[in-house]
C-alpha cells in the first residue's frame, strides 16, 4: 500500500512562498502528483511528475501555476517537493498529493485516476 504524506503547507501573504513535500514509503518510481481543492470547488489538478525515471525529469503543470510553482524529487529518499512562488489568494486551498503505478517513463497525465492520495496540506494566501 503506498501512503503520500504531505507537509509544508501555511499562511503565507500575496507575493510570498511554500514548499510542500509528499514522501511515500517505499514508493520510488511512478507518478504523482499534486491536486488542491478550495472550498465549494471542485478539486483541481495543479502539477505532476514522474519519480524516479532520471534524466530528464518529466514535470507537467497547469496554466494557472505554470511559471509560478515548481516540482522536483529528491532522489535519495523519493520525497516531491513543490516550490510555490508569487502565491495568490486564489491559490488558498487543501493541497494533496497522489501517487499512482505508472511503468512507463515520461509524462503522466492528471486525466488518468490516481490511486493513492494522502490527507492534505491547507495552503492559505492572504491579500
Known amino acids: 500500500q503506498v501512503q503520500p504524506v504531505e507537509s509544508g503547507g501555511g499562511s503565507v501573504q500575496a507575493g510570498g512562498s511554500l514548499r510542500l513535500s509528499c514522501a511515500a514509503s517505499?514508493?520510488?518510481?511512478?507518478?504523482m502528483g499534486w491536486f488542491r481543492q478550495a472550498p465549494g470547488k471542485e478539486r483541481e489538478w495543479v502539477a505532476t511528475?514522474?519519480?524516479?525515471?532520471?534524466?530528464?525529469?518529466?514535470?507537467d503543470y497547469s496554466d494557472s501555476v505554470k511559471g509560478r510553482f515548481t516540482l522536483s524529487e529528491d532522489n535519495a529518499d523519493g520525497t516531491v517537493y513543490l516550490e510555490m512562488g508569487n502565491l495568490k489568494p486564489q491559490d488558498t486551498a487543501m493541497y494533496y498529493c497522489?501517487?499512482?503505478?505508472?511503468?512507463?517513463?515520461?509524462?503522466?497525465?492528471?486525466?488518468?485516476?490516481?490511486?493513492?492520495w494522502g490527507q492534505g496540506t491547507q495552503v492559505t494566501v492572504s491579500s
Open positions: 511528475i514522474y519519480l524516479g525515471g532520471g534524466s530528464p525529469t518529466y514535470t
Open positions: 517505499g514508493y520510488r518510481r511512478g507518478c
Open positions: 497522489a501517487a499512482r503505478l505508472q511503468w512507463r517513463v515520461g509524462y503522466c497525465s492528471p486525466t488518468v485516476e490516481f490511486s493513492f
